[in-house]
C-alpha cells in the first residue's frame, strides 16, 4: 500500500481502481466500468464484515474489554507510513457518518457538510498539486532527457513530493468514499434488531 501498511487492509481495503492505477498498480489497468464498480462493492462488503467483527465485543456488552483492544490496534497502527493521518482520518469519517445516520435532521445536515468540505477540500489540494507538477514531468519519468545541470539548479523543483501529496489527497477522497457506504451498511444492517444497531452506532463513533 502507498500509505499505511497491510494492517489497514481490514480497514480502509484496497485502493480504489482509479487510485491504485495511478500509483502503478499495473495488474489494475484495462478494467472496465463493471468491473471496476464490482471490485468496490465487494470492498465495502468486506470492510463492513470487518467493521462488525472489530465492534462486536462492545456491542455484546464488553465495552471496556473492546476499547483496549483498538487503542492497542492503533498503538501499531500509527507507526506505519502515514499512519497518523489515516487513523485520524478513519476516526473523523466514522463520527460523521454515524451522526448522518442516527443523529437529528440537523446534526445529520452538519456532518454532511463537513463530509462535503473534506472532499472539496482533497480535491482543490490535488488540483494543486497537479498544477504544481506540469511542466516538470512525472516523477516517474525524470532522467530522460533532463538537463544535466537540473539537479544543480536551485530553480527546478522536485515533483516527487508534489505527487505524494497529490496520492494522499486521491487517497482521502477514495478513502471518504468508501467509508461512507461500509458505516452505512453496518448500521442499516436489517438482519440484526434496532437495539443491536443503535449499539453499533455507540460503537463506531466511540471507535472513531
Not at 18 to 35: K, Q
Not at 71 to 88: C, D, P, T
Request: glycine fraction near 8%.
Amino acid at each position: 500500500m502507498l500509505f499505511g501498511n497491510d494492517q489497514f487492509a481490514s480497514i480502509i481495503g484496497r485502493l480504489q481502481v482509479v487510485t491504485g492505477t495511478l500509483a502503478g498498480e499495473s495488474e489494475m489497468e484495462g478494467l472496465t466500468s463493471r468491473d471496476m464498480l464490482e471490485l468496490e462493492r465487494r470492498r465495502v462488503v468486506r470492510l463492513a464484515v470487518s467493521l462488525v467483527n472489530r465492534i462486536s465485543k462492545y456491542v455484546s456488552g464488553k465495552e471496556s474489554e473492546a476499547e483496549a483492544e483498538w487503542k492497542q490496534e492503533a498503538a501499531k497502527l500509527v507507526e506505519s507510513r502515514y499512519g497518523e493521518e489515516i487513523l485520524n482520518l478513519v476516526g473523523k469519517l466514522y463520527k460523521l457518518y454515524v451522526q448522518q445516520q442516527m443523529g437529528t435532521w440537523k446534526e445529520g445536515l452538519d456532518a454532511k457538510a463537513d463530509e462535503v468540505n473534506l472532499q472539496i477540500d482533497a480535491a482543490k489540494k490535488a488540483q494543486e498539486n497537479v498544477d504544481a507538477m506540469q511542466g516538470q514531468g512525472h516523477p516517474e519519468q525524470q532522467g530522460e532527457g533532463e538537463n544535466e545541470d537540473d539537479e544543480n539548479n536551485p530553480q527546478v523543483e522536485d515533483p516527487l513530493p508534489h505527487y505524494i501529496k497529490l496520492m494522499w489527497n486521491v487517497t482521502v477522497i477514495d478513502i471518504t468514499s468508501t467509508l461512507r457506504e461500509v458505516v452505512f451498511k453496518a448500521l442499516n444492517d436489517v438482519s440484526v434488531d434496532k437495539p443491536i444497531r443503535e449499539k453499533r452506532a455507540e460503537a463506531i463513533k466511540k471507535l472513531g
